[in-house]
């Protein structure tokens, strides 16, 4: 069961010629939901970066053709500034450093875990502020975000602001959970942990707002919190 769908999704493309490692990278991104297109040669790589609308390119750095530091260096001298997470086998400092000036914007050496990849495309996708699903919907919770109106079985929840934020960052990450410090941060822009009882204040009067539904917000102890999913 699809319990949290965005209607519109980041289009990532992978550039690596390996298949054992493309194979399941792949799998991994579209069960994530995003709208990948795999190419396996530098040359490929470039021109549908350059060509179509990636708003994130995993790239390996040793492909046919065309390496990937030469691809990254051409797509940043075309004014591309599209992130790229590169995958290496490369992991020596030396290499992160040429690879750095070259344009990439993050590092995963092989071997990688899939979920530690996919938390890196999440993080480069957030600082590019890459497309934002339009709607989200986690049970009968609905986030419709370009009218930021949230509904609750058909029937519209008055959220504030914060309480409407609280809830886009846990509907995003639903069935993952969100951190006590990156809700600070992203929600009341500060670091300032002693803060924490306004979120406690706030999740508790978003739990009633959202009646029956409430309850899928699970409080982590001493981590952060959940939205439940349905599977
Ligand atoms: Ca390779």
């Keep these: 069961m699809i319990s949290a769908y965005p209607v519109r999704m980041s289009r990532v493309l992978v550039a690596e010629d390996d298949p054992d490692i493309s194979e399941p990278l792949v ?3 579209s069960r994530e939901g995003y709208d ?3 190419v396996t040669t530098g040359h490929a790589a470039l021109n549908s970066t350059l060509g179509g ?3 994130l390119l995993v790239l390996d750095l040793g492909l ?3 390496d990937g530091l030469d691809v990254c260096r051409s797509l940043r001298t075309r004014g591309s500034t599209v992130p790229v997470l590169v995958l290496t086998a490369r992991s020596e400092e030396a ?3 040429v690879g750095l000036d070259a344009g990439a914007d993050d590092y995963v050496p092989k071997p990688f875990r899939v979920a530690e990849l996919l938390a890196r495309v999440r993080a480069q996708l957030r600082r590019a502020g890459g497309p934002e699903p339009d709607v989200l919907t986690v049970g009968g919770i609905t986030l419709d975000a370009p009218s930021r109106r949230v509904t609750v079985d058909g ?3 008055a959220l504030t602001p914060k309480e409407y934020e609280l809830l886009l960052m846990l509907m995003r990450r639903a069935g993952t959970v969100v951190g006590r410090d990156e809700l ?3 929600v009341w822009q500060t670091e300032w942990l002693g803060a924490t009882k306004t979120l406690d204040m706030h999740v508790s009067t978003l739990r009633r707002k959202l009646g029956d539904e409430g309850a899928r917000i699970t409080t982590v102890r001493g981590v ?3 939205l439940e999913k349905d599977d």
């Design 64 to 66: 046919p053709g065309m």
């Design 27 to 29: 799998r991994a991104l």
């Design 53 to 55: 609308h990636t708003d």
């Design 155 to 157: 029937a519209e929840a």
């Design 36 to 38: 990948v297109t795999l």
């Design 224 to 226: 952060g919190f959940r």
């Design 184 to 186: 600070m941060r992203e």
């Design 95 to 97: 290499d992160l450093v």
